[in-house]
């Protein structure tokens, strides 16, 4: 008796641990997801672009939000394999004229704190 209840432990620590392996064999590919968005052409942003000029360096936004017609939000999300995914968010503000006021880039950010 002591033997079958040894070998059914046994059993199944081995299962549990197959499985946390097992994850890691299955690929995973990377996706991509929104505007990708490269730091050479962000850092070609500035104050006072019209909205094509902004349009030609990062393509066309992600979201256009209706309620807020002065911002343009680009999105980038990264999933690598079995990496935590990565996000990327840039915010692009006109003004009344229609010109860029402020930009914001959630990597700066993170960058500062």
């Known amino acids: 008796m002591k033997m079958k209840s040894l070998l059914a ?8 641990a197959a499985c946390s392996t097992v994850e890691k064999v299955v690929y995973r590919i990377d ?13 070609q942003l500035q104050v006072g ?3 094509e000029q902004v349009e030609y360096l990062l393509g066309t936004p992600m979201l256009k939000n209706i309620f807020e017609t ?10 690598e394999g079995y990496k935590d995914p990565e996000q ?10 229609g010109l860029v006021s402020k ?3 959630s990597a700066a ?3 500062q704190k």
């Not at 432990?9 to 549990?16: K, P």
């Not at 996706?31 to 850092?43: F, M, R, S, T």
């Not at 990327?88 to 004229?97: A, E, K, P």
């Open 9 to 16: 432990t046994l059993l199944v620590v081995m299962s549990v």
């Open 31 to 43: 996706v991509p997801q929104g505007n990708y968005l490269e730091q050479d052409k962000i850092a």
């Open 49 to 51: 672009m019209t909205p």
């Open 70 to 79: 002065h911002r343009w939000d680009y999105v980038f999300i990264k999933r």
């Open 88 to 97: 990327r968010n840039v915010f692009v503000y006109f003004d009344t004229n």
């Open 103 to 105: 930009i914001e880039d």
């Open 109 to 111: 950010n993170a960058e």
